[in-house]
């Protein structure tokens, strides 16, 4: 009879059915008080005793009633863990999206160094200016870009060299500026103060690889100093006023010298200009194979632009989202 009662409530706890249960569990316990069958007995074969019995089939009782509870309240506490960790989720998500009209993908991956084949750089891209601000900078890049073709017209070598004493200021402008705000504020800067800092290190590199292809004159020599002087004092106000100006005014300018260095690509295609072997220092930080030539070399500058390029872009559009930059992880490491 008590196995048969046993068996019962195993039954109702397996069907689900909760008052079913109970009234189970209620016949079950009264019947093991008034029962003298030997429960215990029948499975090991051991005398009967009636105080050991009884207090054994309530702990099994107790056990099925705990396992019912568990059972039942499971999948609502795993129902409502998983609702809340969509939730974390989601609010973690809109909280770092950046809708970057320009950046596209945020995987860095996608910005990998590129080799000296230069494949997939996108070096036509452009970000067509839509504000005010956009057309300002625009502007003002392509009336600076007029002085430099007339002076230099088609000698890239040296137009190069000028273009890279000017685009590694801002880099250098921007990541001190980051830094004395850190310092100021207690606070951390999301990666960019390194990865400004990285970008002007690399145009740095630059400048030091055109100065080992082309020798400059004295006046060349002298027009840097010049052009450096006036363009440092005048890009520290405009990113003390505006960084989102500052950032897209470097985007254009980066675009301008991805298709200075996309001219300077065509003229040794061409043979107009002699595909001499690649300086030491460029073999050494572009880690290029020992006879990689200056093809080379200028595939992967021209990279590095379109990836500053697309830094200075997306830093822009951070700012004119009315967020900073720490808001959104810089793209480091990539030099």
């Keep these: 009879?008590?196995?048969?009662?046993?068996?019962?409530?195993?039954?109702?706890?397996i069907n689900g059915g909760s008052s079913s249960t109970s009234s189970s569990i209620r016949n079950f316990n009264r019947h093991i008080s008034m029962s003298v069958i030997p429960a215990r007995s029948l499975v090991t074969g051991s005398s009967f005793n009636p105080?050991?019995?009884f207090f054994l089939a309530k702990r099994i009782v107790t056990m099925m009633k705990m396992s019912t509870v568990s059972s039942s309240s499971s999948p609502a506490k795993t129902t409502s863990l998983t609702e809340e960790k969509n939730k974390l989720k989601e609010k973690k998500d809109q909280s770092n999206a950046m809708v970057s009209s320009y950046w596209g993908s945020r995987d860095r991956g996608l910005l990998g160094r590129m080799g000296p084949s230069g494949h997939g750089i996108a070096s036509c891209k452009h970000h067509v200016p839509k504000t005010f601000a956009d057309k300002v900078a625009y502007r003002t890049v392509k009336l600076l870009r007029i002085p430099t073709d007339l002076f230099f017209k088609r000698r890239y070598g040296c137009r190069a060299m000028m273009l890279e004493?000017?685009?590694?200021?801002?880099g250098m402008v921007g990541g001190v500026l980051l830094h004395l705000r850190s310092l100021r504020k207690f606070e951390q800067s999301g990666g960019w103060i390194k990865a400004l800092l990285e970008e002007a290190e690399n145009e740095r590199m630059h400048l030091m690889t055109m100065v080992e292809l082309v020798q400059?004159?004295?006046?060349?020599?002298?027009?840097?100093?010049?052009?450096?002087?006036?363009f440092f004092n005048a890009y520290f106000v405009l990113y003390v006023l505006s960084p989102k100006l500052a950032h897209r005014v470097v985007g254009y300018l980066e675009e301008e010298a991805i298709h200075s260095y996309t001219e300077y690509l065509k003229d040794l295609n061409e043979g107009r200009i002699e595909n001499v072997s690649a300086p030491a220092i460029a073999i050494d930080y572009w880690r290029l194979p020992k006879d990689a030539t200056l093809k080379d070399v200028i595939t992967v500058i021209r990279a590095d632009e379109a990836h500053h390029r697309d830094v200075n872009h997306f830093a822009s559009d951070i700012h004119f989202q009315g967020k900073e930059l720490k808001e959104s992880p810089a793209p480091v490491g990539y030099h």
């Design 51 to 53: 105080v050991d019995d």
């Design 165 to 170: 004493t000017v685009a590694a200021v801002p």
């Design 216 to 230: 400059p004159k004295w006046y060349e020599r002298l027009l840097v100093l010049a052009v450096q002087g006036v």
């Design 1 to 13: 009879m008590k196995i048969m009662m046993m068996m019962r409530v195993a039954r109702s706890l």
